[in-house]
């Protein structure tokens, strides 16, 4: 099988290729990443040199590029996850949004019905459906909610499943999407919240945390997240949307003092701040239906999850130093021209 992963220089695109090869080492993958800032070729050093892997440098959204790709290489499944996916930037800036989430997967759904993939799967999010209240804990998202946004991020993630669903209804494409809960784990860009305060505890720098910290995020540990997009890939029903989440739900504030208590950093260190415009305030993802129809159980729970995130984070600080030199951009030139 001949996979084309988009967005793997990325934090869970990454994962997903080594989970993957991992597991079925004849596999051939092919990598197409922009290499935004948010994308690290470093992140796939372990894969580099398989002869089943290849990385192509390039832009979802650029359709030459992605039809001539698509031609040579015959991609049996194609999976998406190349996104912006930083809900603050998408406040500052929606229209990159626009072009990679939306236009970007127009340009691989185009290519998909073009050349007769076996399976597209969209990489989506529970953002997708908005948010829940925080006194409603009988509350969880299920897949025929109807989809609410809040950000932009959000609302290109929905218009990017909407479009993939139509190219379903349409035309016939054999699709099928994920809409996954926060993920956590190694590779993941320091924007993001646990890596962000791992870095910044790290330093005995402050840690900022929006309004109170009460917003609820459903933590999901990576590996868990590529295990269902496998399963979906190989044996979920085309045309369908499966919600992927562990049922773990935590108050940012209480993952932010886990971080502190496993790296025995002070609470003082916590900086409350304005809080985001918009800010979602509880996710709670509900996978009775990946869990009945595919078997999926998530297989790794918060505590673990996290002991080996942090611990991933403290034995990778040359990674982390490269994102935050700016010496990665310059490793990129130097591989990549
Ligand atoms: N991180 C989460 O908790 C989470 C949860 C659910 C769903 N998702 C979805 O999973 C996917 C991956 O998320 P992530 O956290 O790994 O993101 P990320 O920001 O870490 O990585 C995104 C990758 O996409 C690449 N990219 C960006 N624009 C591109 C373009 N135009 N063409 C090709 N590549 C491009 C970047 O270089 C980067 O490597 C996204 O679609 C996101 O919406 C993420």
Not at 95 to 103: A, G, K, P, R, Y
Not at 138 to 154: A, G, I, R
Not at 155 to 164: F, Q
Not at 183 to 195: D, R, S, T
Request: glycine share 6%.
């Amino acid at each position: 099988m001949k996979i084309l992963v988009t967005g793997g220089a990325g934090f869970i695109g990454c994962n997903f290729i080594y989970y993957m090869l991992g597991r079925y080492p004849d596999y051939e993958i092919v990598c197409l990443d922009a290499l935004t800032y948010a994308g690290n070729l470093k992140s796939l050093d372990g894969v580099k040199n398989n002869k089943n892997f290849k990385f192509v440098k390039g832009s979802i959204s650029d359709k030459e590029l992605v039809d001539t790709l698509f031609a040579e290489e015959k991609f049996d499944v194609v999976v998406n996850f190349a996104a912006e996916s930083h809900v603050d930037r998408s406040i500052e800036n929606p229209f990159i949004f626009l072009e990679t989430n939306v236009m970007g997967t127009a340009c691989l759904l185009e290519a998909s019905k073009k050349y007769s993939v076996k399976r597209y799967h969209q990489v989506s999010t529970d953002e997708v459906y908005g948010d829940l209240p925080l006194d409603r804990p009988d509350l969880f998202f299920t897949e025929d909610l109807p989809l609410t946004t809040s950000s932009p991020y959000s609302a290109s993630k929905a218009s990017a499943d909407l479009l993939t669903l139509a190219f379903h209804r349409t035309y016939g494409l054999p699709v099928t999407i994920s809409r996954c809960s926060n993920n956590y784990g190694p590779y993941q860009f320091p924007e993001k919240l646990i890596p962000l305060m791992i870095v910044r505890a790290q330093e005995n720098e402050a840690l900022p945390v929006y309004g109170e910290g009460l917003n609820v995020r459903d933590w999901l540990y990576v590996d868990d997240h590529c295990k269902a997009i496998d399963m979906i890939i190989h044996n979920g029903r085309v045309g369908e949307v499966y919600n992927v989440g562990g049922h773990n739900e935590r108050q940012n504030i209480q993952v932010v003092r886990t971080i502190l208590r496993q790296l025995d950093k002070p609470e003082t260190l916590i900086s409350y701040v304005k809080d985001r415009a918009g800010h979602d305030l509880r996710y709670a993802i509900d996978p009775s239906k990946i869990s009945n129809e595919l078997g999926w159980e998530p297989e790794t729970d918060f505590d673990s999850g996290m002991k080996k995130t942090i611990q991933w984070y403290l034995d990778n600080t040359e990674w982390i130093e490269e994102i935050k030199s700016g010496e990665y951009a310059e490793y990129s030139r130097r591989i990549y021209g």
